[in-house]
């Protein structure tokens, strides 16, 4: 009798193991518990309609969203239904979609409608257990802007074309790479290493920024307020422009007035495309960084007088280690202004980071 029963409860054990094993490797490997491997570009950029839609409706009622969802517009942590949830009358016409599988994670620059005028929408969203856990806005006010972003149609079509497998970048790479642009453009000398290729176009809300040829009030970068007080020399001749190429904005040493790019998040990383998307700010200490060296050895005093930030969404495509296309959404904000995704040490920090997880404020 005891060793029946001793029989009975090894045989209760084993059959209570093998049922408990089964329901953990079920729970490790159910695809639904993993945003990246039931959620792919098509589903990451349903969200992003659904969004818009919601947005649109002024109703965040119509979004799932986890029970600790974070929203923030402008850098702003604010209630769902905040902000520009109150006063959304339609959806644009411009749309481009950014996807990382991987993380969850899906980035979309746009246009929406206002009051009924057109404005600019970059967003982020997390996506976490088939549930929206983050949305990351910046919102660019500008009806210009966002006019010309609709001329534009849609993003340039090498953002959307996918790289051969054998000639893909690790996502570490992608980052590294696009990371260079921020490195050479922060306190820029013109004696970096600046990984563009010789067709490397970049588009700033709408506009293009480099090799652009068109006679416009724009070509000399207006919202940078960048004039050249010089007597030496025509103002043509030391003033950031808008007709050159990336290599040569850079290698002019002209971008010296950009102080510092920090808090440099890289929120969608896409080896597949070439793709890396970061949020970031640049700022514009102003001051005694005006006056700087040209890298043939000129003195030259430029750059905005005075203390202020630009609040950006970058995106860019990389191949072969190099950049060759980049498209930005930024406006401006108040100096030193924090994003709310980041500790302060890290919304300081001029080191390029590639995560998910967001830090409360």
């Given at each position: 009798?005891?060793?029946?029963?001793?029989?009975?409860?090894?045989?209760?054990?084993?059959?209570?193991?093998?049922?408990?094993?089964?329901?953990?490797?079920?729970?490790?490997?159910?695809?639904?518990?993993?945003?990246?491997?039931?959620?792919?570009?098509?589903?990451?950029?349903?969200?992003?309609?659904?969004?818009?839609?919601?947005?649109?409706?002024?109703?965040?009622?119509?979004?799932?969203?986890?029970?600790?969802?974070?929203?923030?517009?402008?850098?702003?942590?604010?209630?769902?239904?905040?902000?520009?949830?109150?006063?959304?009358?339609?959806?644009?016409?411009?749309?481009?979609?950014?996807?990382?599988?991987?993380?969850?994670?899906?980035?979309?620059?746009?246009?929406?409608?206002?009051?009924?005028?057109?404005?600019?929408?970059?967003?982020?969203?997390?996506?976490?257990?088939?549930?929206?856990?983050?949305?990351?806005?910046?919102?660019?006010?500008?009806?210009?802007?966002?006019?010309?972003?609709?001329?534009?149609?849609?993003?340039?079509?090498?953002?959307?074309?996918?790289?051969?497998?054998?000639?893909?970048?690790?996502?570490?790479?992608?980052?590294?790479?696009?990371?260079?642009?921020?490195?050479?453009?922060?306190?820029?000398?013109?004696?970096?290493?600046?990984p563009f290729t010789?067709?490397?176009?970049?588009?700033?809300?709408?506009?293009?920024?480099?090799?652009?040829?068109?006679?416009?009030?724009?070509?000399?970068?207006?919202?940078?307020?960048?004039?050249?007080?010089?007597?030496?020399?025509?103002?043509?001749?030391?003033?950031?422009?808008?007709?050159?190429?990336?290599?040569?904005?850079?290698?002019?040493?002209?971008?010296?007035?950009?102080?510092?790019?920090?808090d440099r998040r890289?929120?969608?990383?896409?080896?597949?495309?070439?793709?890396?998307?970061?949020?970031?700010?640049?700022?514009?200490?102003?001051?005694?960084?005006?006056?700087f060296q040209l890298?043939?050895?000129?003195?030259?005093?430029?750059?905005?007088?005075?203390?202020?930030?630009?609040?950006?969404?970058?995106?860019?495509?990389?191949?072969?280690?190099?950049?060759?296309?980049?498209?930005?959404?930024?406006?401006?904000?108040?100096?030193?202004?924090?994003?709310?995704?980041?500790?302060?040490?890290?919304?300081?920090?001029?080191?390029?980071?590639?995560?998910?997880?967001?830090?409360?404020?």
């Amino acid at each position: 009798m005891r060793r029946r029963h001793l029989l009975v409860l090894t045989i209760g054990a084993a059959l209570w193991i093998a049922v408990l094993t089964a329901q953990l490797a079920h729970a490790v490997f159910d695809p639904r518990l993993t945003a990246s491997a039931s959620c792919d570009r098509a589903c990451l950029d349903r969200w992003v309609d659904q969004y818009l839609d919601a947005l649109a409706a002024n109703d965040p009622s119509r979004l799932p969203v986890t029970q600790n969802v974070k929203f923030s517009e402008d850098g702003q942590r604010l209630i769902l239904g905040d902000g520009l949830w109150n006063t959304a009358t339609g959806r644009g016409t411009y749309q481009f979609y950014m996807e990382d599988v991987e993380a969850g994670q899906v980035g979309f620059f746009g246009t929406m409608r206002e009051a009924g005028e057109p404005i600019i929408l970059a967003a982020r969203l997390k996506i976490d257990g088939r549930k929206i856990a983050e949305i990351e806005t910046i919102v660019v006010r500008d009806v210009h802007d966002a006019e010309n972003l609709e001329k534009r149609g849609h993003p340039d079509p090498l953002f959307t074309e996918t790289i051969p497998p054998a000639e893909r970048a690790s996502r570490a790479d992608l980052v590294k790479a696009a990371n260079m642009y921020f490195s050479g453009m922060q306190l820029n000398d013109g004696k970096g290493d600046y990984p563009f290729t010789d067709d490397c176009d970049r588009v700033e809300n709408g506009e293009e920024a480099t090799n652009n040829h068109t006679p416009s009030t724009e070509d000399v970068i207006r919202a940078q307020s960048n004039s050249v007080e010089t007597s030496s020399r025509q103002k043509s001749d030391l003033t950031y422009s808008a007709a050159w190429g990336c290599k040569q904005q850079f290698q002019s040493g002209l971008l010296h007035f950009v102080t510092r790019i920090r808090d440099r998040r890289f929120v969608v990383v896409d080896p597949e495309r070439g793709v890396a998307l970061a949020f970031c700010f640049f700022d514009h200490a102003a001051g005694k960084t005006r006056t700087f060296q040209l890298p043939d050895g000129r003195t030259v005093t430029s750059g905005p007088t005075t203390p202020w930030t630009w609040e950006i969404a970058e995106t860019f495509r990389v191949e072969h280690g190099e950049i060759r296309r980049i498209e930005a959404v930024y406006h401006r904000s108040p100096y030193g202004m924090s994003s709310g995704w980041s500790n302060w040490e890290d919304s300081m920090s001029t080191r390029a980071r590639w995560v998910s997880a967001s830090v409360a404020r």
